[in-house]
């Protein structure tokens, strides 16, 4: 079986107007590398309700927009050793938002960063100077 995708609202509207033309469930899953189950639950839903977009799920609202996730990775992007508060904190200046520092945190991560802590160096002595 292929791996696990979601079909984007494109790939959803083709699949419809190939079953409506008469294509078999599982040809339309080859051509859309998803499983043929995935093919038959959007058939279903689309002959139920009409329309082919996701229901909408429960849970909690996410805290930020797509423009302010964006901030945050550009912020991080840009200034490679700031930390979570750091970019939370030009969050709030510049959008208003409160967010906690483990949003950051998850938002970093879904963009394939880390938050960044700077360490400090050890210290040298005068010896160690004198040595290097």
């Given at each position: 079986?292929?791996?696990?995708?979601?079909?984007?609202?494109?790939?959803?509207?083709?699949?419809?107007?190939?079953?409506?033309?008469?294509?078999?469930?599982?040809?339309?899953?080859?051509?859309?590398?998803?499983?043929?189950?995935?093919?038959?639950?959007?058939?279903?839903?689309?002959?139920?309700?009409?329309?082919?977009?996701?229901?909408?799920?429960?849970?909690?609202?996410?805290?930020?927009?797509?423009?302010?996730?964006?901030?945050?990775?550009?912020?991080?992007?840009?200034?490679?050793?700031?930390?979570?508060?750091?970019?939370?904190?030009?969050?709030?200046?510049?959008?208003?938002?409160?967010?906690?520092?483990?949003?950051?945190?998850?938002?970093?991560?879904?963009?394939?960063?880390?938050?960044?802590?700077?360490?400090?160096?050890?210290t040298l002595t005068a010896n160690h100077r004198a040595a290097c």
């Amino acid at each position: 079986m292929p791996p696990r995708r979601k079909l984007s609202d494109l790939d959803r509207g083709r699949a419809i107007g190939w079953l409506q033309d008469g294509v078999a469930a599982r040809q339309v899953a080859q051509r859309l590398a998803v499983a043929p189950s995935v093919i038959i639950r959007l058939k279903q839903r689309f002959q139920a309700t009409g329309r082919v977009q996701e229901r909408q799920r429960s849970g909690r609202p996410r805290v930020t927009t797509q423009r302010e996730d964006r901030f945050i990775q550009r912020q991080a992007m840009q200034q490679r050793m700031a930390t979570q508060n750091n970019i939370r904190q030009r969050l709030q200046g510049t959008t208003n938002t409160v967010v906690s520092g483990q949003t950051i945190r998850n938002r970093l991560h879904n963009f394939g960063l880390r938050a960044r802590r700077p360490v400090r160096g050890t210290t040298l002595t005068a010896n160690h100077r004198a040595a290097c």
